[in-house]
Nanobody, 120 residues
Framework: QVQLVESGGGLVQAGGSLRLSCAAS????????MAWFRQAPGKEREFVSS?????YYVDSVKGRFTISRDVFKNTVYLQMNSLKPEDTAVYYC????????????????WGQGTQVTVSS
């Protein structure tokens, strides 16, 4: 059973940067598309980015966020630059699909989430 553990969240001022990590155990990530979702208080979980043979981003983070993966470390990253208060959310790592998807219901494996708070 694959387990995903996120880290790297925290409190940052607007314009700052954070790098989220998602480490997998119990299996390899290299065969799967991986994604980041986020959920702000009172809102539905939102697709942020995914990586398979290519990368995908929600429009609101294009040019600011970069998703990457290190197959040797079995880890996926989300580099977040030029952060805005509206990026404040719990960020979740997800995996377990062969092809990238923007739908959270397609993903089998989920991490516990890491809080990102951007102050204005």
């Amino acid at each position: 059973q694959v387990q995903l553990v996120e880290s790297g969240g925290g409190l940052v001022q607007a314009g700052g940067s954070l790098r989220l990590s998602c480490a997998a155990s119990g299996g390899t990530l290299s065969n799967y598309a991986m994604a980041w979702f986020r959920q702000a208080p009172g809102k539905e979980r939102e697709f942020v980015s995914s990586i398979s043979r290519t990368t995908y981003y929600v429009d609101s983070v294009k040019g600011r966020f970069t998703i990457s993966r290190d197959v040797f470390k079995n880890t996926v990253y989300l580099q977040m630059n030029s952060l805005k208060p509206e990026d404040t959310a719990v960020y979740y790592c997800a995996g377990g699909v062969r092809l990238s998807s923007r739908s959270s219901s397609d993903y089998i494996y989920w991490g516990q989430g890491t809080q990102v708070t951007v102050s204005s």
